[in-house]
């Protein structure tokens, strides 16, 4: 549905307290939580459609098909990536009310303790474990497995779980026989396995998915803090509308956001915020509207005829991703693959018709095979990639970040490396057809939890419509390529050792042996991939060090814009980040509510 003129209009009626521009998964949160209050009044700008209804985005085993598709996806593209065969690569974003919750796959994980502290050890006071742990739980209600189901053994303790918060979690059934397999095989290396959302995150288990087992659709930002607060008269939301740039007056030496410009069908208007405007467009687009709203890099400003209202070369710096690097294997029983599954219509539809009475079965799974290990795990001595830091001169401020990664891969508490399994051919991955022959194959893919690697994201233009400029500047670090080499080296190890050897009959990716570093250096460039886990741009660090926000999630230079969201991550985390991004949202709201400045 197009928004009109007229609600554009009435939309700007409204005086809002606070104008969040981004309804995606940690707008929608701070917006519900503002809007408890109803003597406030809340406005929520979000650039995609309102598909709280759509099939598509609720059945969990359809999140496949969203990426890669306009409707549902900003199609945003690196630029040529220098380092990995001057391949420019996607980077699928959600582009509907929801954002990347409505379209991820569901994973429902977060890092490990420590890993957290090491934000408050940049310098942001009162961001550790202790004081985020309670917001994991105050967003989840995860629902029990039943007895006698085959992930139940071991896979979590009730305690580890939220069970008052909105959004559903719970434990799908396995795609595949492969988990207890998977699990079997990492402790045979001497990996352990650990529950579901437990403090020890290093090792084996079945993760939790944000799937509402009741209904068998997804939980996603819109499903649990959107649409049971919809109906609330202080809660304004403003869809397919494009956030442009924040107005400001200025005001001593600090910049105060009196509203926002948003974009709806070429024609601009203005909402007005009485008390704060919250950014909350993600990795990929906050930085965007600081930068048109004058806030930046002053070179990058004048280049683009902005004027600079505060200088920060901070913004839009800092990103760091989650990269992998797969490996394919024909199995030796159909019942260990979707391949033959997927690919053939009878099957597809009886699973459809199962799920469409049932809301069950195949369409109603979740991704649960995963591991996280510790860079000592792998049994790789940890000294080339010291040496590999070392050598690259860096910044006093980014070789604080440097000095944690480099703790963290000498701490057998702490994953650096993150494994899963998917039970299919991953044909855009290998950038090849599965090879002639292969009837049922299944994937490992191994990724690096806290990359090396820094780049950045820029306005291309003035235009809010146009895609920025992103450069992630994957590998630009020599240890993220040995990284990969360990992850792929140890990807073989794992389908070499029973039981998973025992379902494996061959290796189909690579198709040739890899005997030298050399070797599986190339390899690993040819099938490097992300897992879409963009942050950093918008850091929350000290300003000295790169800083755009300050531990109350402040935007240096104002008095009362913030950032919410994925971009103001200082330093990468293992594991998929959605859980996380949820708790730093909730945190956030309650420092909104108590007034930190």
């Known amino acids: 549905m197009v928004v009109?003129?007229?609600?554009?209009?009435?939309?700007?009626?409204?005086?809002?307290?606070y104008i969040i521009v981004g309804g995606g998964t940690a707008g929608l949160v701070v917006a519900a939580r503002l809007s408890e209050d109803t003597s406030l009044q809340i406005g929520v700008l979000e650039a995609?459609?309102?598909r709280q209804n759509d099939p598509a985005i609720n059945t969990p085993l359809l999140s496949f098909s969203l990426t890669g598709n306009p409707t549902y996806d900003w199609m945003f593209k690196t630029v040529p990536q220098e380092h990995v065969d001057n391949r420019a690569i996607d980077w699928p974003r959600g582009k509907v009310v929801g954002g990347s919750s409505a379209i991820n796959h569901q994973v429902f994980v977060r890092a490990s303790p420590s890993e957290y502290d090491d934000w408050e050890a940049l310098g942001n006071k009162g961001w550790n474990w202790e004081n985020l742990s309670a917001y994991f739980k105050k967003v989840e209600s995860f629902t029990p497995i039943p007895d006698g189901h085959a992930s139940a053994?071991?896979?979590?303790?009730?305690?580890?779980?939220?069970?008052?918060?909105?959004l559903k979690t719970t434990i799908t059934n396995d795609l595949t026989p492969l988990l207890d397999v998977w699990n079997a095989t990492w402790n045979n290396l001497g990996v352990p396995t650990v529950t579901a959302g437990a403090d020890n995150t290093a090792g084996t288990q079945c993760t939790k998915s944000s799937i509402d087992p009741t209904t068998g659709i997804r939980s996603s930002s819109v499903s649990a803090y959107y649409a049971p607060n919809a109906a609330r008269p202080n809660l304004h939301l403003l869809s397919e509308t494009l956030g442009s740039s924040i107005s400001f007056t200025e005001a001593k030496d600090?910049?105060?956001?009196?509203?926002?410009?948003?974009v709806v069908g070429g024609k601009e208007y203005m909402c007005t915020a009485r008390k704060e405007v919250i950014l909350a467009s993600g990795a990929v687009q906050s930085p965007g509207i600081l930068e048109r709203s004058g806030i930046g890099s002053k070179e990058i400003l004048t280049k683009h005829g902005i004027k600079t209202l505060f200088d920060n070369q901070g913004v839009g710096e800092n990103l760091q991703d989650h990269i992998f690097s797969a490996m394919g294997y024909e199995v030796t029983d159909e019942k260990h693959s979707l391949d033959t599954v997927m690919a053939t219509p009878e099957r597809v539809g009886a699973a459809m018709a199962e799920y469409q009475a049932t809301q069950t079965g195949l369409f109603a799974s979740g991704t649960n095979a995963s591991s996280y290990i510790s860079y000592g795990q792998t049994g790789q001595e940890t000294s080339p990639l010291k040496e590999a830091v070392k050598k690259v001169p860096?910044?006093?401020s980014l070789q604080?970040?440097?000095d944690l990664q480099l703790k963290r891969l000498e701490d057998l508490n702490t994953p650096a490396l993150q494994f899963s399994i998917s039970p299919l051919y991953m044909e855009v991955v290998f950038a090849s057809a599965k090879p002639e022959g292969v009837k049922d194959s299944l994937s490992v893919i191994g990724a690096v939890a806290t990359p090396f690697s820094r780049g950045f994201i820029h306005i291309n233009s003035t235009q809010p419509s146009d895609s920025p400029i992103i450069d992630p500047r994957y590998l630009q670090h020599p240890a993220d390529s040995q990284l990969l080499v360990t992850i792929s080296r140890q990807n073989l190890k794992v389908a070499q050792t029973a039981p998973l050897s025992d379902a494996i009959s061959?290796?189909?990716?690579?198709?040739?042996?890899?005997?030298?570093d050399e070797e599986y250096g190339e390899y690993s460039r040819r099938t490097l991939g992300t897992y879409y886990h963009p942050i950093g741009t918008c850091s929350m660090l000290p300003k000295e060090d790169g800083g755009v926000v300050d531990s109350n999630l402040v935007v240096y230079g104002t008095k009362n814009v913030r950032v919410v969201d994925a971009s103001i991550i200082p330093l990468h985390i293992s594991g998929n980040i959605q859980w996380t991004v949820y708790a730093v949202a909730e945190r956030a709201a309650d420092l909104i509510k108590n007034g930190a400045q």
């Open 4 to 17: 009109t003129e007229n609600e554009a209009t009435t939309f700007c009626g409204v005086e809002y307290d």
């Open 48 to 50: 995609g459609e309102l």
């Open 153 to 166: 053994r071991n896979a979590y303790q009730l305690a580890d779980q939220g069970h008052e918060g909105p």
């Open 254 to 262: 600090e910049l105060v956001a009196t509203g926002v410009k948003f």
């Open 394 to 396: 860096v910044s006093p």
């Open 400 to 402: 604080k970040q440097y």
């Open 506 to 516: 061959k290796t189909i990716q690579p198709p040739q042996a890899l005997t030298t």
